[in-house]
């Protein structure tokens, strides 16, 4: 019998998380979810063994703006990895900062995707065909490579959102092409518009449910017909031309700022 392809889902105790892992382990994959909040954490597990029957459901805990946890998470885990899906975003209303001193949409959005690649890349390589998806969005845009903190201009929670999610759409190509002699493939995509507490912080409520947010990460990360495919960007499981990423000087930059940190 084939062994369970193994999944990292990051964010999943929000709407569109909590859907992409209860899909994936409903297609039998082995789910390990990453949250901060334990009790969070273990709801969600609970919820989703029960839903899908699949036992093979399980949490770590770690924030993923602090490197320094998921240089932990990294050091615990053990065997192949088949999926590494970055969901983990946030959008504080009002300027908030790591114990490090880093404004916190970039350090989770933006260097929390950049760091699980990573930390996690030794694990992606011992398994067959592994892909990594960056859950981004078409609310993308607004990057200033030099001010990716906000330290010379207002902070706005819109804005440097938009500018996480260049970043990650970013980072997708860069990824992309470092990987690709390890057999790595690496996508990013539109979930959905959902109603969640993300959502609700940039002052928009969601026209899809959970689920329908989750298909089309759910499907880069398992479709047949995306093997081998990799560098994109996707939206309703349609591949979407990413102008950002036809600036490959500035990509390149991004990278190199981010690998700094």
């Known amino acids: 019998m084939e062994d369970k392809k193994t999944a990292i889902i990051t964010g999943a105790t929000g709407a569109i998380g909590k859907a992409i892992a209860r899909q994936m382990a409903g297609h039998g994959v082995k789910v390990t979810i990453v949250a901060r909040d334990e009790t969070k954490a273990r709801k969600v597990v609970d919820e989703i063994i029960t839903a899908t029957g699949n036992p093979d459901v399980n949490f770590l805990i770690a924030d993923l703006s602090r490197k320094s946890e998921i240089i932990k998470l990294a050091e615990n885990w053990t065997g192949p990895l088949d999926v590494l899906i970055n969901n983990a975003a946030t959008t504080p209303r009002g300027l908030e900062k790591t114990p490090e001193g880093i404004e916190m949409q ?83 995509v539109h979930p959905g518009d959902v109603n969640s507490k993300l959502s609700n912080d940039l002052g928009f409520g969601g026209s899809q449910t959970p689920d329908q947010g989750a298909d089309t990460p759910v499907w880069a990360a398992i479709a047949n017909e995306l093997e081998g495919v990799t560098g994109k960007y996707f939206e309703q499981r349609n591949q979407v031309h990413c102008h950002f990423c036809d600036d490959k000087k500035l990509v390149e930059a991004l990278f190199e700022v981010c690998r700094k940190y």
């Open 106 to 188: 970039f350090a989770t959005n933006v260097l929390g995707y950049f760091r699980m690649i990573e930390f996690f890349k030794p694990f992606l390589k011992q398994a067959t065909k592994p892909r990594i998806i960056n859950v981004a969005s078409y609310w993308a845009g607004d990057m200033d490579i030099d001010d990716l903190e906000c330290k010379n201009r207002p902070y706005n929670n819109n804005t440097i959102y938009r500018q996480s999610k260049q970043a990650d759409r970013m980072l997708t190509a860069a990824f992309a092409e470092r990987l690709k002699n390890d057999g790595i493939t690496v996508n990013a």
